[in-house]
């Protein structure tokens, strides 16, 4: 049974900074593709990072590029996300993701197969 597990989040002002993990079990994790989305209130789910199983580059949504960083720990079967310089446009509940998306849908959520639960991340005064 593959579990991915997400933590991490929480409330944080701006200009602030937050490490979210993601621990995978139940899967080859070195022959996926995983992924950072997030889903602001109101709003559909967003690609935000994503480490390319095949070519181990590393792939950002325009907003966080500079600010965001993900990183992958294979011995571990995790990967982190971490995010400095946070603004309140990046609230929203932070997902984990496992697929093997060919590279032109890498950013497309119906091309992951699997889904941690969700951590919550705030960004407010």
């Known amino acids: 049974q593959v579990q991915l597990v997400e933590s991490g989040g929480g409330l944080v002002q701006p200009g602030g900074s937050l490490r979210l993990s993601c621990a995978a079990s139940?899967?080859?994790?070195?022959?996926?593709?995983m992924a950072w989305f997030r889903q602001a209130p109101g709003k559909e789910r967003e690609f935000v990072a994503a480490?390319?199983?095949?070519?181990?580059?590393?792939y950002y949504t325009d907003s966080v590029k500079g600010r965001f960083t993900m990183s992958r720990d294979n011995a571990k079967n995790a990967v982190y996300l971490q995010m400095n310089n946070l603004k309140p446009e990046d609230t929203g509940v932070y997902y984990c993701?496992?697929?093997?998306?060919?590279?032109?849908?890498?950013?497309?959520?119906?091309?992951?197969?699997?889904w941690g639960q969700g951590t919550q991340v705030t960004i407010s005064s």
């Open positions: 480490f390319n199983r095949n070519n181990n580059n590393l």
């Open positions: 993701a496992a697929g093997r998306p060919i590279l032109s849908a890498l950013r497309e959520s119906n091309m992951y197969n699997y």
């Open positions: 139940g899967l080859t994790f070195r022959s996926y593709t």
